[in-house]
């Protein structure tokens, strides 16, 4: 495997299920990051792990709860969630940003989950 | 809150032809990528451009950062079918971010 896999690519739950949606990044980088991306928005940057550490959390609801067991692993664990939950998730990793301007810092995306709320 | 325009929203065009998307915003960044975006996918990077001025070719696709910084091109020579997709530029706020700004794209069909 290489660059960023997602799994599932497709999922379908009720409100009152729990399932987890899963990253891998093979790509040697620090940093994880979750997005959601709904039709007519922008990406929204949800949750960023740095060292298996949370750095940022963007106000996102409770019913969403990320872990990250190793630099390399990412999961977003779901439960009782909304029909407007529904979206194409997507995972994405990259170096540290650097603390100068110049360097690149570049992120790296998965394919995505596409989550249907019912 | 910083925000990138990207402009038009949607494009449609003859296979050979050429065109360019914009991505502007009042805001100085230090870097902006370019990614494309097919149905169902994930982002696929392009490129990144830091440098204020610096323009820079992928093939037929060249990308220019605007010498304040605040705006980015995309020009396409002679388009082909393979092109179709949502092109989304992005940038960076500045030292030590992990946030990057996200325009909201602009999709582009190539007709054959």
């Known amino acids: 495997e290489t660059g960023v896999t997602q799994t599932p690519r497709h999922l379908v739950m009720g409100m009152t299920n729990k399932k987890s949606l899963k990253c891998e990044q093979h790509l040697g980088h620090n940093a994880m990051y979750w997005y959601k991306q709904s039709a007519k928005k922008p990406l929204e940057l949800m949750f960023v792990y740095s060292l298996e550490e949370r750095v940022e959390n963007n106000s996102v609801p409770s019913r969403f709860s990320p872990e990250c067991p190793n630099s390399s692993h990412l999961f977003l664990h779901l439960h009782t969630l909304q029909p407007e939950d529904s979206a194409l998730y997507l995972c994405a990793s990259s170096q540290d940003p650097p603390s100068w301007d110049g360097p690149l810092y570049e992120q790296y995306f998965g394919p995505g989950t596409r989550l249907t709320v019912t | 809150t910083q925000l990138l325009e990207q402009s038009p929203q949607f494009l449609s065009i003859q296979e050979g032809e050429n065109l360019t998307v914009y991505c502007n915003s009042s805001?100085?960044?230090?870097?902006l990528q370019w990614y494309r975006q097919e149905p169902g996918e994930g982002p696929v990077l392009l490129v990144t451009v830091v440098t204020g001025g610096e323009v820079k070719k992928l093939k037929r696709l060249t990308f220019q950062f605007g010498d304040a910084r605040k705006d980015s091109s995309l020009h396409i020579t002679a388009a082909q079918p393979g092109d179709t997709g949502l092109y989304l530029c992005?940038?960076?706020?500045?030292?030590?971010?992990?946030?990057?700004?996200f325009g909201k794209g602009t999709k582009l069909s190539v007709i054959p």
């Open positions: 992005a940038a960076n706020s500045g030292a030590g971010s992990y946030q990057l700004t």
């Open positions: 805001s100085v960044f230090s870097s």
